[in-house]
């Protein structure tokens, strides 16, 4: 009798071990747990394509390419060597906030100040001998004083070596259709040189002049130097 009540004594206090311990879950169990609590919580899977690394899908989803080793363990976390052409992987989790790098770029704007130097423009006024024939103030120009043998001039007027004239320099004298009406035709200039004075007539055009420069006739040119000398320097002015 006394050992009919041990074996049921014994059998009951395994009874209740048993209950209070189920048996322990196997390592695959786990596993296969965390695989179907994954796919539950994984909102989107891509299928890899030829090409594609890590870096490309993560950008292609808007995602980090932590989020994407998160995700998928199976992917080998730095190197992404193991990618498989055809195979899914999760790309968007529902239950999972996203851990994406927002690079905010911040245009930097420089404002470009351009502090308009204003320079006052000073314009001298030369004030220039007054001729007999009532010359007033205006700009004074320099150059080379030649002389020539006058004739029919571009301004449409023929003169001789007596007169009192001049050629302009092509550049001041100006291009016009009609020659004959160019405004500087007929215009008084008071040139001066090293010998003196003398007031020109503009009847002419000196191609070959540069800008200040007057080709004068030998009456005129006699006036403020010698014809021998050929080529002087000048100053003149508007009269």
């Given at each position: 009798m006394k050992t009919v009540q041990f074996l049921i004594t014994a059998l009951c206090a395994s009874f209740s071990v048993a209950l209070a311990s189920p048996a322990p879950i196997t390592d695959r169990a786990v596993e296969r747990r965390a695989f179907f609590e994954k796919r539950g919580s994984c909102s989107k899977t891509y299928k890899v394509n030829s090409g594609d690394t890590c870096s490309s899908i993560a950008k292609k989803f808007h995602i980090s390419v932590n989020n994407l080793y998160d995700w998928n363990s199976s992917i080998n976390r730095g190197s992404c060597n193991n990618l498989h052409i055809g195979q899914s992987y999760c790309v968007s989790q529902s239950s999972t906030k996203r851990t994406t790098t927002k690079k905010s770029a911040k245009k930097s704007t420089k404002k470009t100040t351009k502090k308009a130097s204003t320079k006052k423009a000073t314009t001298k006024k030369t004030s220039t001998k007054k001729s007999s024939g009532g010359g007033g103030s205006s700009q004074s120009f320099a150059g080379d004083?030649?002389?020539?043998?006058?004739?029919?001039?571009?301004?449409?007027?023929?003169?001789?070596?007596?007169?009192?004239?001049?050629?302009?320099?092509?550049?001041?004298?100006?291009?016009?259709?009609?020659?004959?009406n160019n405004p500087n035709c007929g215009k008084y200039a008071m040139v001066h040189g090293p010998k003196g004075s003398v007031r020109v007539k503009i009847t002419d055009t000196c191609p070959p002049c540069l800008k200040g420069s007057l080709d004068l006739s030998p009456a005129a040119f006699a006036k403020i130097a010698d014809l021998s000398t050929g080529r002087i320097h000048i100053t003149w002015t508007w009269d």
């Open positions: 004083g030649t002389w020539f043998n006058p004739g029919l001039g571009s301004c449409g007027v023929t003169n001789d070596d007596n007169d009192m004239i001049a050629a302009l320099n092509a550049p001041q004298m100006g291009s016009y259709p009609n020659p004959n």
